[in-house]
Structure formats: C-alpha cells, structure tokens
C-alpha cells in the first residue's frame, strides 16, 4: 500500500478536515531517515486503516505547512486530531516503538 501525498494546498482538506486522527510524515527526498520509516508507516496505514490515516508531506516541496508547525528536522511525525496537532516526534523509530507511541496518545485522547 502506498502512502497518499500531501501538499501546502492539500493539507487543510487532507489533514486537518478530517475525522480520523492523521498522522503526518514531513519527509525529504535527501533523507536516509526517511526512507528508512516509509515501509514502516505503510504497514501501520494498512493495519491500522479503519482508526488512523497517514499522510506523506515533502518538507522541500512544501515549505509553508513545514514552517507552519515548526519542522526543523526530518523525518518528523506530527498527529493531528479534531485539527490540531496532538502528538510529535523527530527521526525514525522501529515499528513497535512508534506504535506503542501513537496508541498511548490515541487512547489518552479518547479519554
């Protein structure tokens, strides 16, 4: 499964209008870090379809959402929920670390 793109025009519909938390992935084409954490996102997008969405942006190509929230180093992952960003993290992470990760910040936001 492929990961669906986001742009600095995409992003309001895409992100933060949506109902399901969505989680970010501001990426460069230069960065190892990057490649490295996109098979893991694309796994969890598959199996976590029906609770999360996931979402690629290309940091180099949309500068204005990466400067609007911030993003000095990538991969960062930002998770929005209603909106608003709820959760963030820099660099790539193993697949358990990251999962543990979002389901503790999921289910406190559910409370």
């Excluded at 870090?33 to 969405?53: G, K, Q, W, Y």
């Excluded at 608003?84 to 990251?98: D, E």
Aim: charged content about 25%; some cysteine.
């Amino acid at each position: 499964m492929s990961l669906s793109v986001v742009t600095d025009e995409t992003f309001q519909e895409l992100v933060l209008d949506q109902d399901k938390p969505v989680l970010v992935d501001f990426w460069a084409q230069w960065c190892p870090p990057c490649h490295m954490i996109t098979p893991v996102l694309a796994e969890i997008a598959e199996e976590r379809a029906d609770a999360l969405i996931i979402r690629k942006l290309n940091s180099d190509e949309n500068p204005l959402t990466a400067r609007n929230y911030q993003v000095m180093s990538l991969p960062t992952l930002i998770l929005f929920r209603g909106g608003s960003p709820v959760w963030t993290t820099v660099g790539a992470r193993p697949k358990a670390r990251l999962l543990a990760d979002l389901d503790a910040v999921l289910e406190t936001a559910r409370v």
